[in-house]
């Protein structure tokens, strides 16, 4: 127990799980010689709770607790951030990037890894000074996480790792500090340069290949905050809900992070990160929702005739610099590719002809806040001091955030990285035909003139983004929430404006965003059959796991009357189909996405059909109306009619009963064998969000669930401490033989909730305790 200061050997010793310190013990988390002291509590579910005196000690106990769990998944996100993917898994296969819309291969991965997020950017972002570059408390937390880590895989050995995915191979190793920031870094990437890699790994002089809209990131959430006006007790409370793969790098794991005196954060993070980004403390709870902000512009270059590689600013041409990338891709062989960058950034392979080319510019290219923003967002108490990191560090990279406080205050507000690209700078600058016809989807700004640069706010952190004082924002008493689509209607009674980038206003909705309002409204009023009106735990949980279909809340009952009136349809390739047995399916089903529904299946294969139609509703929709319009389907709609007559056609064909429940088509394979899971498709205005919408395979199956409900988390922060109910649906640990694979997966299955263990004395009543002292360098 050498090591730990006072505090923590009190707390400790009082529980009686380890004897109390020796007279004179050392004071804070360090011995004064380089060595990290924690103590990892692991309650149900393998749920570890870190105490430590300081951040270094911190770090260590989380770093090692998080090896134990996934340490192949880690060595694998530090290959791929490292540039080292091709070595060992060969140049051509996919990277498992699960956040791309289109496969990377490694060979590309590599390729921008090596370019974009070098050891000479990194290294330069790191040694700045706070607020952009890391405090000391979040070097000394970095410095203690890579010694946990690599003390497990030090006391473990690589070749006993009971991990098959990486057990004895040769690229597993022992982390840097680097690593660390590499990572933290690639996440300030997400929505920016990271979802063009191949088109920057790519780059150069006549690769025009064709440029199309960005496509909304796989990645999505709900989140909910309810202040005193819309709880019981007229407190806070606060559902959390990302939607966020199953699978690879992206996935969270569920911590608690304490230092008595200083922090006591409970949450999750994102793998190789030492920090809680989605939890609560004490009086304070937030999450976050994937934002609708641009988070690169394009720059369109004027190039010099006979040069591809010089492009002309305000009439004066400037040299393109080059950069040659070496990549190991095995066997002794390399690639070498040459890249290129304009003032502006990286040159990216679409559209470089002869006369134009184009250049991307990243909010996020300088930003190595995000670390040192969660880390303060980690010890914050209330909405007020959540706000005050944020506008500190303005680090938060590609998310809104919905907060609530144990006084009732709710808040929203997309205080993200954003380009500061105005109306006014857009009118004058999006200027080409190409342009254009991008805008608003995309940003592409004329190059060729300085007086298009982007601008900057006198409150901003650094020059060419939005301050805090533009950011969308929200406070109310009531509620806010967010379900992906832009911050414009947070709260229908109050809605935002704000520069064109930060997303739309005055546009439809997506049907979840709708369902996620109906339901407030719902629920505030009592009228949703939960008992008496507004929000406390128990209601929060009972919402999230209601899994409500809302588009077949509009749509069903129209889709009924069809079908008994129409029995029998067309298909778009003009096969008739008796669609009368789907009528009474459809009529007798729940209307919910839970494993034991019968006409779901149905459902889901109608709509993915109907959804393509541009003439779906019969009343349009009414920005004065926005979260109940557009509606009525619309019966007529050959497409719709098709849908349907298709859907019976598809489940007739591959032998699936039309009233087969959901459970016989939608389940999950990431903890072994396959596991029905609730919820459905955000397509169909689902909260509880599973799978991308894919079709029903040759099996009569949808593809195994990768992608989703994440972690969940439903708190009420009374004024006496927080009530929370967790649940990470893919489970704690990557590794297939470990206990906590699965098991809170089959909690899922079954709609069940993880009673969340926050105080001394919740923790040590867990009839699971686990308790591992640590000291070590």
């Known amino acids: 127990m050498r090591g730990f ?21 050392a004071p804070g988390g360090g011995t004064g010689d380089g060595r990290f002291s924690a103590v990892v509590r692991r309650t149900e579910f393998g749920i570890p709770h870190v105490l430590a005196s300081d951040f270094g000690g911190l770090g260590y106990g989380y770093g090692y607790a998080f090896a134990q769990d996934n340490l192949c998944a880690l060595e694998t996100s530090v290959l791929t951030a490292g540039g080292g993917r091709s070595a060992v898994f060969g140049p051509a296969a996919d990277s498992g990037d ?26 330069r972002l790191v040694a700045q000074p706070a607020p952009l570059g890391p ?37 597993v190793r022992p982390i840097t500090d680097l690593d660390v920031y590499r990572l933290m870094y690639g996440f300030s990437q997400f929505g920016g340069t990271d979802a063009v890699k191949p088109l920057i790994a790519n780059a150069a002089p006549g690769a025009a290949a064709r440029l199309d809209a960005p496509a909304p990131p796989p990645a999505g959430s709900n989140a909910i905050s309810v202040g005193r006006a819309g709880t019981k007790s007229g407190d806070g409370v606060l559902l959390a809900n990302p939607h966020f793969p199953w699978v690879g790098a992206q996935r969270f794991y ?69 950069q040659t990338v070496t990549v190991p891709v095995g066997g002794g062989a390399e690639v070498t590719r040459t890249l290129y960058s304009s003032r502006y950034g990286p ?39 959540l706000r005050a990191a944020q506008d500190r560090y303005q680090g938060i990279p590609f998310v809104n955030t919905i ?21 006014e700078l857009a009118a004058r600058c999006v200027d080409s035909p190409l342009g254009q016809a991008q805008y608003p989807a995309q940003t592409v700004l004329d190059g060729a003139r300085s007086d298009c640069a982007w601008g900057s706010d006198p409150d901003a952190v650094e020059p060419g983004i939005f301050g805090p004082r533009t950011n969308p ?75 409500r279909n809302y588009s077949a809340e509009q749509a069903r009952d129209a889709v009924v009357a069809l079908c008994r009136a129409n029995p029998r349809l067309t298909t778009a390739d003009g096969r008739t189909v008796d669609v009368g ?112 919408g894919e079709p029903l395979g040759a099996d009569g199956r949808f593809p195994p669930v990768v992608f989703g409900s994440s972690f969940v988390m439903a708190t009420e922060l009374t004024p006496d401490g927080p009530r929370t109910s967790t649940l990470l649906t893919y489970s704690q640990s990557s590794d297939p033989t470990s206990a906590h694979h699965n098991d809170q997966t089959e909690l899922f299955s079954h709609k069940q909730w993880v009673t969340d263990r926050y105080t001394e004395a919740q923790i040590c009543a867990s009839p699971r305790l686990r308790v591992s002292v640590l000291n070590g360098r």
């Open 5 to 25: 200061g006072p505090m923590v050997l009190a707390v400790v010793a009082a529980a009686g799980l380890v004897a109390a310190p020796p007279a004179g013990a």
């Open 98 to 123: 699960a956040l791309a819309a289109q496969p990377v291969s490694n060979l590309d991965s590599d390729v921008y890894y090596r370019a974009v997020a070098n050891d000479e950017r990194i290294g």
């Open 135 to 171: 405090s000391a408390d979040a070097r000394r937390l970095v410095s203690g996480y890579v010694a946990g880590v690599n003390r497990f895989l030090r006391d473990t050995g690589a070749a006993r790792l009971t991990d098959p995915s990486c057990r004895a191979q040769p690229w």
């Open 254 to 322: 569920q911590v608690q992070l304490t230092i008595p005196g200083r922090m006591d954060v409970s949450g999750a993070s994102l793998y190789g990160s030492p920090l809680v980004e989605i939890g609560h403390t004490r009086h304070l709870a937030w999450s976050h929702t994937v934002s609708t902000a641009q988070r690169f512009t394009l720059y369109q270059l004027a190039l010099t005739p006979g040069d591809p590689t010089t492009y002309t600013v305000d009439g004066r041409p400037e040299a393109m610099t080059r």
């Open 347 to 385: 040159m990216i392979a679409s559209g470089w002809t002869a006369a134009s080319a184009l250049s991307i510019k990243g909010a996020s290219a300088d930003n190595m806040r995000s670390l040192d923003e969660w880390l303060a967002m980690d010890q914050s108490d209330s909405v007020a001091k």
């Open 403 to 423: 907060a609530a406080d144990s006084t009732g205050v709710s808040y929203t507000a997309d205080a993200s990285v954003v380009p500061h690209v105005t109306d």
């Open 473 to 547: 924002a929200l406070t109310r008493e009531d509620f806010t929430t967010n379900s992906n689509d832009s911050t414009w209607l947070t709260n229908p009674a109050q809605p935002l404006s704000y520069p064109r980038i930060y997303g739309d206003t005055g546009t439809p909705r997506s049907l979840r965003t709708r369902l996620g309002l109906q339901q407030i409204s719902e629920r505030l009023q009592g009228t949703d059959g939960l008992g008496p009106a507004r929000f406390d735990l128990t209601t929060m949980q009972q919402l999230w796991y209601g899994d």
């Open 581 to 692: 047995a789907a009528c009474p399916v459809l009529a007798a089903w729940d209307l919910r996405g839970d494993p034991d529904s019968r006409g779901s299946l149905l459902w889901r294969q109608f709509w993915t059909g109907a959804a393509r139609a541009s003439d779906l509703w019969s009343v349009p929709f009414d920005p004065q109306h926005p979260a109940t319009t557009p509606a009525t389907l619309n019966q007529s709609s050959p497409v719709v009619r098709q849908a349907l007559a298709a859907a019976v056609a598809k489940l007739t064909g591959l032998g699936v009963a039309l009233d087969a429940p959901l459970s016989a088509a939608q389940r999950t394979t990431v903890g072994g064998p396959a596991v029905p899971v609730p919820g459905c498709s955000g397509a169909e205005g689902c909260y509880n969000v599973v799978g991308k």
